[in-house]
């Protein structure tokens, strides 16, 4: 299938438009729902989403489903699981510290998803690449972190943990994708992330049974709040799969990093806040790193 070059940094800029969305809905199921409880709705009420998309482009494009190899099953394994403990740490943290501040820390995914793509599936890192991708990224932590408000070494920790395992779940998604090689790339999308919802809604779902019943009936009770938290999760990483099958996972996840200026924006609407010079140097670095990237694609 023939794309336009630059498909993959529009479709990005939707889904980092979606995640921040799904994670404010996410946020707010934590109290009433825990962090597993909380972690899983994204996974749960996503799958029918997903599954609904994946029938869309089915019949839309007219090709045969993929036919996965145990390639395909163990780099979705690998990208499922490491995202399930990813949305929980973040989730985890969210709780202990300010959104703001959890999602700083979460952000240094890009450097580290550079890195893991490079040394796991072989993708092209050049200087200026990386240059762009810590531009960026230091552009996030200095607009969101300020003098004192590291929040303690708990929050911290979890939070960059929280990164590298969201990177690791970009790759091996990526690498799940690029081993359906003879699918069209977005029908090889849309098969991914359903098959990563089904194994994380039935891990998830087993777990939540054995060790925690009560959450499952949460779960069922809060419904409604819940299908626009699964809608959200599944139309982001409908978005964020499609953009992983046309580049690198650094690429994607760099430019993703506009979901702050998202954030920023929708603060100063909402509290009518003046930006301050910290604020605006962190705007003029995350602008300088994306558009550096854009200009070297």
């Given amino acids: 299938m023939a794309t336009l070059p630059w498909l993959w940094a529009v479709i990005t800029v939707i889904a980092a438009a979606a995640q921040t969305a799904r994670n404010a809905a996410q946020r707010q199921l934590t109290g009433e729902l825990g962090t597993v409880g909380a972690t899983h709705v994204r996974f749960l009420f996503g799958l029918p989403f997903a599954l609904v ?26 990208g499922a699981l490491a995202q399930i403990v990813a949305t929980a740490m973040m989730l985890a943290a969210m709780n202990e510290r300010s959104f703001v ?11 580290q998803v550079a890195l893991y793509g490079l040394i796991f599936l072989g993708d092209r890192l050049t200087v200026p690449m990386l240059v762009a991708i810590l531009a960026a990224t230091g552009g996030v932590m200095v607009m969101s972190l300020r003098p004192g408000q590291s929040g303690g070494v708990r ?4 939070g960059l943990l929280a990164g590298s395992f969201f990177a690791l779940s970009a790759v091996g998604f990526r690498g799940a994708i690029i081993s359906l090689a003879s699918a069209d790339r977005l029908l090889a999308a849309s098969f991914t992330l359903c098959a990563a919802l089904a194994l994380q809604a039935v891990l998830l779902s087993l777990y939540l049974l054995v060790r925690e019943r009560a959450v499952l009936l949460a779960i069922a009770r809060a419904w409604r709040g819940s299908l626009l938290a699964g809608f959200m999760g599944a139309f ?18 760099t430019l993703a990093l506009v979901e702050i200026l998202y954030a920023q924006a929708a603060s100063r609407l909402a509290f009518r806040q003046r930006t301050t010079p910290r604020e605006v140097l962190g705007i003029v670095l995350i602008v300088a790193g994306v558009g550096l990237l854009l200009a070297l694609q």
Avoid: D, H
Avoid at 101 to 111: D, L, S
Avoid at 155 to 158: F, V
Avoid at 236 to 253: D, E, G, I, K
């Fill in 53 to 78: 998309f994946l029938g869309m482009i089915w019949l839309g494009l007219g090709s045969a489903l993929p036919r996965p190899g145990l390639a395909f099953f163990l780099w979705a394994s690998a």
């Fill in 101 to 111: 501040v959890t999602i700083a820390y979460t952000k240094t995914e890009p450097v």
């Fill in 155 to 158: 929050p911290t920790l979890l």
């Fill in 236 to 253: 982001a990483s409908q978005c964020w799969f499609f953009a992983f099958a046309l580049t690198t996972a650094a690429n994607v996840r």
